[in-house]
Every structure is written in structure tokens, then in C-alpha cells.
């Protein structure tokens, strides 16, 4: 251990003084994730702790993609250390069952039963609303968390569900399977409807480099014009796959759907299922089925 006076990781009490709700503190500073504490919320106590900074932005990672492969959350910045205690976290957390029916189901299944826990949904959540991005999708259900990690090069602001497939990767980050979605970040080529296309072959070569174990194979399994809720979008799929010792998966499914919701930057929406769990491919349409732009 460290001689550091600072608190490890984890939940603590609000700082901002909200009775019953407890915040994320990353080792570093506050986040904005909260959670109602109770049964399955290990909260710690740490009188150090000094409340949020004001207004100070996340870190926005934007522009040309990195080069070399790494993790599927090489992304993360400091994710190896949430991966070092997450183990931690996970001991406190109570165990979650299966709930729901149809293609939620099979998430709930296996998410819950493999995945250490993370920030949930408040009770009766259906879908979420990414107000930045200016869409909505569904909620997959118990098992999948709330998004607690932080920033992706290809958005400004990051919203959506995710569980860990993998703790702990060869290069000490964690596997997820996720569905986030985002205002897309500069660089990427947008310049009007026009260039829906070509900005989701750049997103989808961006997240290719960064996000997953190389080297990789790629098969585009859709790359098509689309309409959602009335607005002009366009889809990419495709199906990775790797060998590279120390994964649990050799493969992912991924899609990324690019909507032109009318304003300054279009909305991504960024699905990812590793093989390891390609029974819930199914989530994929499930939620490019059910996406709706707000007003």
C-alpha cells in the first residue's frame, strides 16, 4: 500500500449534503455519478473528503484516433486503478437476479452474474435520456449499470449502460459490453447530412484503433442509409475478431448508429457486445429498433 492520505476509490457520503444519496469518488476527485445508498451500497467513511470543484468540465479527448491497438477501455483514463478496486467494490454489493422477459432477460443473466456492480438506475427507469446527444433508446434492465466511466474519444459528453466482461486485461484495463451515446466531438469529419456516411466510417475506424486488442480482423456486416423518428441517420455494423492471449473474448459485435438530430454536432450511439457473450447480439436491433430524437 501507498503512503498516500488519500481515500481509495468508492462511495461515500454526498459531499453536497443530499440526505440518503452517496458519490462516487475516483481516488483523484469527485465524479458526477450518485446512487441512493441502501442494501447493496457499500458507503464509506471518509471526514477528508473535500466537496466538488466548481464547474470545472470533464476532460474532452476529441480528434485523430490513437495509434496502436489497445484495450476495450484503453479509453479510460485511470481505469486501470477503478480495475484494481473494483474487485473491492464488488465484495460489498449485494448479488443481483435475473428480472424482465424477452432479450432483457438474457442481459440481466449473465450481466448480473458475472459483472462487478456499478452505479444504478433510479427504480422504474425504462430508457435513458442522453439530453446532450437529444435521443432516447431503452434501458436493458437490471445487471446493466449506469455509465461511471469516463470520457470516449469520439463524443464530448458520454450518457448509456454498460457491464464488465473482463476485469482485468493484459494491459490492466477492463472489457465491457456497453450501449453510450454522445454529442460527436470535432474531427470527425461532419460538415451537414451529407457526410453521414463517411463520419460514421471515421467513428467506426476510431473506435476500432482504440478500444479493442489488435491486430484485428474487420467484417462490415451493415453500412446503410437509415431514418429514425424522422431523422436522416446512418448505420454501421461490424463484427471484429482477434487472438490475443490474456482476453476473455476473440471477437465483438459493434454498431454505431450516427443520427442528424438538427443540431451543431449529430448524435452516436454506440453499441459493443463482446463474443463472450454473443447471446445478447439480440440487443443490438433491440435498441437501434427503439431510438427516438427529443424535442
Request: glycine fraction near 14%; aromatic fraction near 10%; charged fraction near 15%.
Amino acid at each position: 500500500m501507498t503512503g498516500s492520505t488519500t481515500p481509495p476509490p468508492g462511495w461515500y457520503p454526498d459531499p453536497d449534503g443530499a440526505p440518503g444519496q452517496a458519490r462516487w469518488w475516483n481516488g483523484g476527485g469527485w465524479s458526477d455519478v450518485t446512487t441512493p445508498t441502501g442494501p447493496g451500497v457499500a458507503v464509506g467513511a471518509s471526514p477528508v473528503l473535500a466537496p466538488p470543484g466548481p464547474g470545472k468540465p470533464p476532460e474532452v479527448l476529441t480528434g485523430t484516433p490513437v495509434t496502436g491497438g489497445g484495450g476495450r477501455a484503453a479509453w479510460v483514463m485511470g481505469l486501470s486503478v477503478l480495475g484494481l478496486v473494483v474487485a473491492v467494490v464488488a465484495a460489498f454489493l449485494v448479488s443481483r437476479g435475473a428480472a424482465g422477459n424477452g432479450t432483457a432477460t438474457g442481459a440481466t443473466s449473465s450481466a448480473s452474474r458475472e459483472s462487478p456492480a456499478g452505479p444504478t438506475f433510479a427504480p422504474g427507469t425504462v430508457r435513458i435520456i442522453d439530453r446532450e446527444a437529444g435521443i432516447s433508446y431503452p434501458y436493458l434492465g437490471e445487471g446493466w449499470y449506469e455509465w461511471a466511466l469516463q470520457q470516449q474519444y469520439e463524443v464530448t459528453s458520454v450518457a448509456g449502460q454498460y457491464f464488465t466482461t473482463q476485469e482485468l486485461t493484459p494491459d490492466a484495463t477492463m472489457f465491457i459490453a456497453q450501449c453510450t451515446s454522445g454529442p460527436v466531438a470535432p474531427d470527425y469529419g461532419w460538415a451537414g447530412p451529407p457526410t453521414l456516411g463517411t463520419t460514421a466510417s471515421t467513428l467506426a475506424d476510431s473506435v476500432r484503433v482504440n478500444y479493442y486488442p489488435g491486430p484485428n480482423e474487420r467484417r462490415v456486416v451493415r453500412d446503410e442509409e437509415r431514418t429514425v423518428d424522422g431523422h436522416a441517420a446512418h448505420l454501421f455494423e461490424f463484427q471484429l475478431s482477434w487472438h490475443v492471449p490474456g482476453y476473455d473474448a476473440t471477437g465483438e459485435r459493434a454498431a454505431l448508429l450516427l443520427i442528424d438530430t438538427g443540431r451543431a454536432a449529430p448524435a452516436l450511439l454506440y453499441v459493443s457486445i463482446p463474443n463472450t457473450h454473443a447471446e445478447l447480439y439480440g440487443v443490438i436491433d433491440r435498441i437501434l429498433g427503439d431510438v427516438e430524437v427529443l424535442d
